[in-house]
């Protein structure tokens, strides 16, 4: 079995910033995609940003310039740096990996989801 555990949401002002971190645990052989989704009231869930285990890097239109997302493999973590937070950001953040197991059996993992609330 494997575990992602995401940290690092709150409630932030209009132009500040937010860490958002999610570790992988469990029966890991290796981590491909690592990456994060957001989810707003009353919309379908969005790609945020995805990075493989290569480092390329995508990036939703609406974050591009304000949102980093980085991943240290040896911590099997994945983190996402929001700055000039805005009120369209609020949403539910899980965090998304493309696992393989010890068995070697590819599988798509999901964390149980951190708020984040941009308001004055």
């Known amino acids: 079995q494997v575990q992602l555990v995401e940290s690092g949401g709150g409630l932030v002002q209009p132009g500040g910033s937010l860490r958002l971190s999610c570790a992988a645990s469990g029966s890991i052989f290796r981590i491909n995609d690592m990456g994060w989704y957001r989810q707003a009231p009353g919309k379908q869930r969005e790609l945020v940003a995805v990075t493989t285990r290569g480092r390329s890097i995508n990036y939703a239109d609406s974050v591009k310039g304000r949102f980093t997302i980085s991943r240290d493999n040896a911590k099997n973590t994945v983190y996402l740096q929001m700055d000039s937070l805005e009120p369209e950001d609020t949403a539910v953040y899980y965090c998304?990996?493309?696992?393989?197991?010890?068995?070697?059996?590819?599988?798509?993992?999901w964390g149980q989801g951190t708020q984040v609330t941009v308001s004055s």
């Open positions: 998304n990996a493309g696992v393989i197991n010890l068995s070697l059996v590819p599988r798509d993992y």
